[in-house]
């Protein structure tokens, strides 16, 4: 089992739409969570940190479960900018964070 | 500098002969990170240095693979006798810490080609 999963999509949303993307993660005992956005061949760029009580950016939420070892993000109101992969990313234990393979996500007109 | 900074930004070789790459943190991160992704695919890490401390080098996938940080700050990837089967795009982050909380910050990457 991965480390961190991801589905792999993609999600054709239109635009101003409401899409969600999860991720879950194998190990209990991680203690730090990340979304990070990947546009066509750059690099990947934080998004956001994910907080135990959740937490909001804009039109941009995210959620964790502890219990059922898993991260969510929302994104209200779906943009064209808004297209690119969104890497799940988690503190598993060892000193490197841990990528997941990512979601790609297009919207469209 | 302002951001993490890598170089070359692409590099073509022929199979069998080394490369080095390089990458200059942000001034006063302390951990650097070197990652590689390969087409279509995620992620893969490579290996990790904090400050003073001994390099995390568990992600290395062969002995061909080295890497070094000289004074704390630049580092260089060295891949030796290259194979098809590296290539990909070679990311390296830095982070203000080796702590948990903090995200990486990343260059825009090597892309290297082995033919």
């Known amino acids: 089992r991965k480390e961190v999963e991801q589905d792999p999509g993609p999600f054709n949303v239109p635009e101003g739409a409401t899409v969600a993307f999860n991720c879950t993660y194998s190990n209990s005992a991680s203690q730090s969570f990340f979304w990070y956005r990947q546009d066509c061949r750059k690099e990947p760029k934080l998004l956001m940190s994910?907080?135990?009580s959740g937490n909001e950016d804009g039109r941009f939420t995210a959620q964790l479960n502890r219990a059922s070892q898993y991260i969510s993000l929302l994104i209200r109101d779906s943009k064209l900018s808004d297209s690119a992969t969104y890497l799940c990313?988690?503190?598993?234990?060892?000193?490197?964070?841990?990528f997941g393979s990512g979601t790609r996500l297009q919207v469209q007109p | 500098g302002a951001g993490v900074s890598q170089s070359p930004s692409n590099k073509v070789t022929e199979k069998g002969k080394d490369v080095e790459l390089r990458c200059d943190p942000i001034?006063?991160?302390?951990?650097l990170y070197w990652y590689r992704q390969s087409l279509g695919q995620g992620l893969e890490f490579l290996i990790y240095?904090?400050?003073?401390?001994?390099?995390?080098k568990s992600g290395l996938p062969s002995d061909r693979f080295s890497a070094e940080r000289t004074g704390g700050s630049v580092s260089t990837l060295t891949i030796q006798r290259t194979q098809q089967e590296d290539s990909a795009v070679y990311l390296c982050?830095?982070?203000?810490?080796?702590?948990?909380?903090?995200?990486?910050?990343f260059g825009s990457g090597t892309r290297l080609t082995v033919v």
């Open positions: 994910v907080y135990s």
């Open positions: 982050a830095s982070s203000p810490s080796g702590a948990r909380g903090y995200g990486y910050t």
């Open positions: 990313v988690v503190n598993t234990g060892r000193r490197a964070l841990t």
């Open positions: 001034s006063g991160h302390t951990a």
């Open positions: 240095f904090q400050g003073n401390s001994a390099p995390d």
